[in-house]
């Protein structure tokens, strides 16, 4: 319900009616499928001139507010033989909320160019959830209402220091301005800018709009804020807006700058970056135009991005040889290509959980000789809560001889669930032992260069391969660890 | 801070009925029996559970804990017993620092409430509770320091009502009670928009 309509979701048949709120007439009827199961509760949510409904049976559909056209359906995951029943869906920016008999699933949004994508992508693991009747996010929180099972208060997002994010508009900070807070004449149209996102201005009325947001920060994190804008109007003329960062738990202000366009082709965006000190863990920010005339003159904002430094919250061993599963160890041999008299062996040496040895003979000099370790991990090791340019993949190293070149191969999913081997090489041109850190980054994957978050993959194995020409050495490699921060010494 | 473009919701049964009332009629009743306003910290106390949790996400395809989400389990809270007899979550609101929570009862019997949680920064506490002896609570929302809710009571003039109940502070205060009974059996949902209260 807003100011001027209501929105009524009535069920046999599935019926969205919205009502003008001043002369009670009917706007629009939009059909709703799913809704027929008699007696049964449906909730829906607007957001985003979206509407959201929790179908029954069916899942999730989604409809356009402006038309009532059928967008999208999201159906429930397979029940395991119950019928799981969708009646109450809470949406805010990119993440739904969706009730469905005793659990709560995740409804990722993705709207871009015009197109929509949802899919459910998990569900929340709370125990007995009894039946839950009722969903509802909002300012970070999600209630459920789980019938029996009273109410559960979750916190979205984690303001504890010692857990952040890097880039906050990927976690709980929503990049599009639509579904921002605003008031006043603030105009939200995709298409000024120069990115599909979100764009606002004052277009020819008179300018007062102000559009902001909460969010979660570290408190005593530096925030590197990156503004992307763009004025119209001739460059000799005032265009401008105010960015203030506000304690949410005072109302203070303790960041203000000034978005100045001067100077600047008109349409043309360009980026302001900022920086301050979060003051609290809950923060908002907000932007007001200061553009007096709007005769021929906009502030147009395009996008803004809130990063905060992350703690580091795993140092090192978040992987080590003995997380591997030692009963899927595998080893490959590979030789020249005739494959006739070279002598490969392969030993795991030592103590097995913490040692690989690779050792290769080769009774034809100046041939291509080495040895291939496969180890598969048990359970899979997410690499959580960090990004790609501080993660280091880290090996003390004994080799017996120069001249040889190790492979360093893990095999990840990445964020998609796409499969990978991630390639890296180390020149053994030493003797003795050494640490040797690898960079994530550098890392080479089979379609490119690293181009995944490393937050969302899932290592599944490593792989070792100790190739050199014609000498028959040894390669000891002990003490594997995936570490963050600063490498190893 | 508050919200400024909010999300819409309604909820509807298979079958209800739909009442559009101007909230200037709503007769103003300074007491209704049955209806007990609980802010006995110690007394909520018993109702309400710290847990600090962190929550998984399990991932329906990969069927492993999804470590993008940072979920945490604050606070659980049981449900009211009204005469003894254990009610159900029905419904729930947030507004700025404040959440409000609906009960009823599955039964012939009529008996619910009305919880009010407070939130001041992280931290989160059930600050009062209203307690219907002989009404069902279908749903309830926050609007303009008032609660309202939609419910209904062999007490009332044909069973369904819709309630608002101004708030002191985090306190219903009963003297500001008003109530509108509607036709049918149960109202279900109530939404307000301006001055007008939309009741199914």
């Known amino acids: ?489 | 801070m508050k919200k400024l473009l909010p999300l819409f919701y309604l909820i509807a049964l298979a079958y209800g009925c739909q009442d559009e009332i101007n909230s200037d009629d709503l007769q103003v009743r300074p007491y209704i029996d049955g209806i007990e306003v609980i802010s006995d910290a110690s007394v909520l106390s018993d109702r309400f559970h710290e847990r600090n949790e962190n929550v998984s996400v399990r991932g329906l395809q990969s069927g492993r804990v999804e470590t993008a989400y940072q979920l945490t389990l604050v606070s659980e809270i049981d449900p009211p017993k009204i005469r003894n007899e254990q009610t159900m979550a029905t419904s729930v609101d947030i507004a700025d620092g404040l959440i409000a929570v609906s009960y009823n009862y599955i039964g012939e019997d009529f008996r619910g409430g009305v919880d009010l949680i407070s939130r001041n920064g992280e931290t989160l506490s059930l600050v009062s509770q209203l307690a219907y002896d002989r009404s069902d609570i279908s749903m309830v929302f926050l609007s303009d320091q008032s609660i309202y809710y939609a419910g209904g009571s062999p007490d009332s003039d044909s069973v369904a009502f819709a309630d608002a109940i101004a708030l002191t502070n985090t306190t219903p205060d009963l003297s500001q009670l008003t109530r509108r009974s509607v036709g049918g059996h149960l109202a279900t949902c109530v939404a307000k928009s301006s001055n007008q209260l939309f009741i199914t």
């Open chain 1, 1 to 489: 319900m807003d100011d001027n309509f209501a929105y009524v979701l009535s069920a046999n048949p599935g019926t969205l009616t919205v009502i003008n709120t001043n002369d009670f007439s009917v706007q629009n009827e939009i059909s709703i499928s799913g809704l027929d199961s008699e007696g049964a509760k449906s909730g829906f949510t607007i957001s985003d001139g979206l509407i959201y409904v929790a179908s029954g049976y069916e899942g999730v559909h989604i409809y356009e507010v402006a038309t009532g056209s059928h967008l999208l359906n999201v159906p429930l995951p397979d029940g395991g033989g119950a019928d799981l029943f969708a009646n109450s869906i809470s949406v805010e920016g990119n993440i739904g909320y969706v009730a469905a008999g005793e659990s709560v699933y995740l409804l990722e949004i993705e709207r871009s160019a015009g197109a929509l994508e949802a899919s459910l992508v998990g569900s929340l693991e709370l125990g007995d959830f009894q039946s839950i009747n009722e969903v509802n996010y909002q300012n970070g929180y999600l209630a459920i209402a789980s019938g029996l099972g009273g109410t559960k208060l979750i916190r979205i997002g984690n303001p504890d220091a010692s857990v952040g994010y890097g880039l906050l508009s990927n976690e709980g900070f929503d990049h599009r301005f639509a579904a921002w807070d605003y008031e006043g004449n603030v105009h939200v149209d995709p298409s000024w800018g120069n990115e599909t996102s979100a764009a606002f201005s004052g277009g020819n009325k008179a300018v007062t709009g102000v559009i902001g947001q909460h969010f979660y920060a570290n408190s005593g994190s530096n925030l590197n804020i990156l503004v992307n804008c763009a004025r119209r109007g001739a460059n000799n003329l005032f265009v401008a807006a105010k960015i203030e960062l506000i304690n949410h738990h005072t109302n203070e202000v303790f960041f203000t700058d000034t978005l100045k366009t001067e100077g600047r082709v008109s349409g043309d965006f360009f980026d302001i970056s900022l920086s301050t000190t979060a003051v609290s863990d809950e923060l908002y920010v907000r932007i007001t135009d200061l553009t007096e005339n709007t005769n021929g003159r906009d502030f147009y904002l395009n996008s803004i991005s809130i990063t905060q430094a992350r703690p580091v919250t795993v140092s090192r061993k978040v992987v080590k040889i003995s997380d591997f599963e030692e009963s899927n160890v595998s080893n490959i041999w590979f030789g020249r290509n005739d494959g006739t008299d070279t002598e490969i062996n392969g030993v795991v040496g030592g103590d097995t959980s913490k040692v690989y040895h690779l050792k290769g003979t080769d009774r034809n000099e100046n041939k291509v000789i080495g040895s291939f370790f496969t180890r598969k991990i048990d359970n899979s090791i997410v690499l959580e809560g960090f990004s790609a340019s501080d993660v280091y993949l880290n090996f003390d190293i004994k080799a017996e001889a120069t001249n040889g070149i190790l492979y360093v191969i893990f095999q990840a999913k990445d964020e998609d669930g796409t499969l990978r081997n991630w390639v890296n090489t180390v020149d053994l041109t030493f003797d003795g032992q050494e640490n040797i850190s690898l960079p994530v980054t550098d890392f080479r994957s089979n379609v490119g260069n690293f181009n995944a978050d490393p937050s969302r993959m899932t290592l599944l194995s490593l792989s070792l391969r100790h190739q050199t020409a014609g000498i028959a050495h040894e390669v000891i490699v002990d003490n594997f660890y995936l570490s963050t921060g600063t490498p190893l010494d």
